[in-house]
């Protein structure tokens, strides 16, 4: 099937982060098409708001780690609906378990770092791939953005794993930019800040407590809809002469203070 339409990937889609950027590709005119760990019936109501506001959508579970799921998201797209023009890179894990750096596991380092830095790197592959195979529509071949975190640049020695996976995602943004700059497929990051999502339930206290004492310039949490619109921007055509870059949106947490 071809949709007229453009598509738009997003992995992790079916809650927090990457339901917002759903939900707002949605309003934006995307078919999309998400790939996700989570069974539907568990966010069916996520996906009942979508069908109310006529939005087309396939739900695949599977894991970005495996290469099996992988290809076979992909060509379930592509059969729904014969073409990528987005992809968002927004599935990724915490450790289980916060450990000092000294006491990390290597289980734990897989992981984290298996997930999101190996996982995402080849999901792009075969998108990226994908996306060199098709038409150009309107004034670029295709969109990649790369949801990494505040974590790019901030130490947290409890999840340095963490920390390190993004930071190897940042670094992949400016590589995938560079090589697919020429085909017109333009490559960006968004760096969240504190986004109040099911990851940072379990510290919401110790984060509630660094805004109320002014850690944050914009004193409130994030919310997933806050990524969705920086992600549609990157994805719209007022940045075409523009690629490798990231966006904090983290409530100005980046901003060095005296």
């Not at 990528?84 to 734990?108: F, H, W």
């Not at 190996?118 to 994908?130: D, N, P, Y």
């Not at 990649?144 to 640049?153: D, K, L």
């Amino acid at each position: 099937m071809q949709v007229s339409r453009k598509v738009a990937i997003v992995t992790g889609g079916s809650r927090g982060i990457g339901h917002g950027v759903v939900k707002q590709l949605g309003q934006d005119g995307y078919a999309l098409a998400v790939l996700d760990i989570n069974a539907l019936a568990d966010y069916q109501a996520n996906f009942d708001a979508l069908d109310k506001a006529g939005v087309e959508w396939l739900y695949v579970q599977g894991s970005i780690t495996s290469a099996a799921d992988r290809e076979s998201f992909l060509a379930k797209t592509l059969e729904k609906f014969g073409r990528v023009d987005v992809l968002v890179n927004n599935a990724g894990v915490a450790p289980k378990t916060r450990q000092d750096v000294l006491d990390m596991t290597e289980e734990s380092f897989d992981f984290v770092v298996g997930t999101n830095l190996k996982g995402t790197m080849f999901m792009t592959q075969i998108v990226a791939r994908q996306m060199l195979k098709q038409d150009i529509r309107g004034k670029k071949r295709g969109v990649i953005v790369n949801i990494t975190s505040s974590s790019v640049n901030v130490s947290s020695p409890n999840r340095a794993e963490y920390c390190m996976s993004k930071a190897g995602l940042a670094i992949l943004t400016q590589v995938l930019a560079d090589r697919l700059a020429a085909e017109r497929v333009l490559v960006y990051e968004i760096r969240p800040g504190v986004i109040e999502t099911d990851m940072t339930r379990v510290v919401h206290k110790k984060y509630s407590d660094l805004i109320e004492a002014g850690a944050f310039p914009i004193a409130r949490w994030g919310q997933p809809e806050d990524i969705g619109l920086a992600v549609s921007a990157f994805c719209d055509d007022k940045f075409i002469y523009t690629t490798g870059n990231h966006v904090d949106v983290d409530g100005g947490f980046h901003i060095k203070r005296l």
